[in-house]
Nanobody, 128 residues
Framework: QVQLVESGGGSVQAGGSLKVSCVATGRTFSRYPLAWFQQAPGKEREFVAAVSPSGVYTYYADSVKGRFTISRDNARNTVSLQMNSLKPEDTAVYYC?????????????????????WGQGTQVTVSS
């Protein structure tokens, strides 16, 4: 059974940093794109960042460019999101996701429908 389990969420003041991580079990995702999405109360799930299977190429939402960094460790089947200079508007539940195909084009990484596997989410709260 495939499981994605996030950890590392919490509460921080604006300007602070947090790192969230996700470990996958039940399947090796080294050949699949991985991503992070966020969902704030009353809003749809939104793309945050994605990383190519090799880890060389990364993709970010405009709202987090320069502040967040996505990385992966294929040996440990993990993906992480380092979040710096956090803002109150970053408050959301953060979900990691694994693509449904190893052959997906980067243009599809931004869409939640592209991902077949999801974690349960971890809450990130940024206070002003």
């Amino acid at each position: 059974q495939v499981q994605l389990v996030e950890s590392g969420g919490g509460s921080v003041q604006a300007g602070g940093s947090l790192k969230v991580s996700c470990v996958a079990t039940g399947r090796t995702f080294s050949r699949y794109p991985l991503a992070w999405f966020q969902q704030a109360p009353g809003k749809e799930r939104e793309f945050v960042a994605a990383v190519s299977p090799s880890g060389v190429y990364t993709y970010y939402a405009d709202s987090v460019k320069g502040r967040f960094t996505i990385s992966r460790d294929n040996a440990r089947n993990t993906v992480s999101l380092q979040m710096n200079s956090l803002k109150p508007e970053d408050t959301a539940v953060y979900y990691c996701a694994a693509d449904s195909s190893p052959f997906s084009a980067p243009s599809t990484y931004y869409h939640s429908r592209e991902y077949a596997y999801w974690g349960q989410g971890t809450q990130v709260t940024v206070s002003s």
